[in-house]
Each structure stands twice: as C-alpha cells, then as structure tokens.
C-alpha cells in the first residue's frame, strides 16, 4: 500500500510518499513544492501546488491520501488561503483517484509520539527514526511524512471496525 501525507501551504505544499508492506514503512519520496511568495497572485500559487501534487500521484499512484485536518489559524485571512490549499490538494487527490483521509493535528502527533501536543521537532525525530532518514527535513516535509505514517498506522484498525 503506498500513501501520500500532504501538508497544504499556500507558500510551500509538504509531500511524503510512504510504502506499507506489512508492518514495514519505507519513505519512496518526499519533499516540497514552493507555490511562490505571498507577492505572487494567489491562482498562480494554487496551479504550481496542483502541478507539483499531479506529478508527484502520477509517479508514485498512491492509494490513499492523508491530509492534515483544518486547525483554527489567528489570523482569518491566513486560514481561508490554507482553504484553498486544502482544496486543490483534495482535488488533485480526487482527480487521481486517490481515497482521502484527514486526521487532526493533534492526532497525527498522538500516534507518533504518544503527546497530542508534541513539538515539531518531536514529531520529526519520530518521523527520522520510523522512516529511518538521517538528513534533515524541511518542516512541511517532515508534518507531510508524519500525516503518511499517522494512516499507515491507523488503517489496519480502522479495516477491522468496518
């Protein structure tokens, strides 16, 4: 079972690409893609996201997706472009017919680290160790990776409740 983590960002879009054979996770891409600064038009930002995730799915054809799920920005502003983010990832996904999944911050951090309230670093050392990478990941790499993994986890489980 191959699964793509996506951390949406309408300056930078995280990926992870994690294949499940068993109970074994292998890391098979992950990265970034820079959509542009916020000086860049905003539909010129969410096509360079849409592009990046459609050739990432059309390389690796995941199976499921998994996507951080909306959390409550300070700012109004900030949260309605993460809204788009969000939606021309799950349109790439549906598009590509890939079966979404969300999943709360705090619970992608709880089944990594067993705290719901982990630092970022935290969940990246989980990230690093699980996956068995040395170099350092980019942040929005790293939460990408991390949302992978949470569904990897849990998809076994959530197979035996239906």
């Known amino acids: 079972m191959i699964v793509i983590g996506i951390d ?13 054979n068993g109970n074994k996770l292998t890391r098979l ?12 038009p905003l539909p ?15 390389q690796y054809q995941p199976d499921h997706g998994s996507l951080e799920g909306i959390f409550h920005a300070r700012n109004a502003m900030s949260s ?8 021309v990832s799950m349109l790439a996904l549906k598009l590509h017919e890939v079966e979404l999944h969300e999943y709360p911050p705090a619970s992608i951090k709880q089944a990594l680290t067993g ?11 989980m990230v690093k160790l699980l996956l068995g990478i040395r170099e350092t990941l980019l ?13 990897c986890n849990s998809i076994d489980f959530k197979q035996r409740l239906s």
């Open 44 to 58: 010129e930002r969410l096509e360079r996201i849409y592009d990046g995730l459609h050739n990432v799915l059309a």
């Open 29 to 40: 891409d992950s990265g970034r893609i820079k959509a542009g600064t916020s000086k860049d």
């Open 139 to 151: 942040e929005d790499e790293s939460d990408a990776l991390a949302a992978a993994i949470c569904h």
């Open 8 to 20: 949406p960002g309408t300056r930078f879009t995280g990926y992870g690409v994690v294949e499940k």
């Open 115 to 125: 705290n719901g309230r982990a630092s970022k670093d935290s969940v990246e050392q």
């Open 80 to 87: 309605l472009k993460l809204g788009h983010a969000r939606g």
